[in-house]
């Protein structure tokens, strides 16, 4: 089973940047979708980044322009840029990863997921 293990939280002030690390092991398959999640407590989980197994990028319009989702192949090591950070981005952010669907690919979606890591926390100071 893939395990997801992601870093790189922690605090900061607004404007300021972040970048978070989820590493990938025993990875089994012959690719993984990967996203960023993040939870603010008592909300549901918000899509905030995606990447497909062919490298295409998405984001939630509230980050856009400011967050950057990567992939390092040779590290098995996802990353989310985070820059010109605001309060509205504190948040626990999640690395989640799922073997792509044979028919729609990489789905967007919150369910479809089912590799979680535990999280890690970002509090963006005004």
């Known amino acids: 089973q893939v395990q997801l293990a992601e870093s790189g939280g922690g605090s900061v002030q607004a404007g300021g940047s972040l970048r978070l690390s989820c590493a990938v092991s025993?990875?089994?398959?012959?690719?993984?979708?990967m996203a960023w999640f993040r939870q603010v407590p008592g909300k549901e989980h918000e899509g905030v980044a995606f990447?497909?197994?062919?490298?295409?990028?998405n984001y939630a319009d509230s980050v856009k322009g400011r967050f950057a989702i990567s992939q390092d192949n040779a590290k098995n090591t996802l990353y989310l840029q985070m820059d010109s950070l605001k309060p509205e981005d504190t948040a626990m952010y999640y690395c989640?990863?799922?073997?792509?669907?044979?028919?729609?690919?990489?789905?967007?979606?919150?369910?479809?997921?089912?590799?979680w890591g535990q999280g890690t926390q970002v509090t963006v100071a005004s």
């Open positions: 990447i497909d197994t062919d490298g295409m990028t």
């Open positions: 989640a990863a799922e073997p792509p669907d044979h028919d729609d690919g990489c789905p967007r979606t919150l369910k479809w997921y089912n590799i």
């Open positions: 025993r990875y089994t398959y012959r690719s993984l979708c």
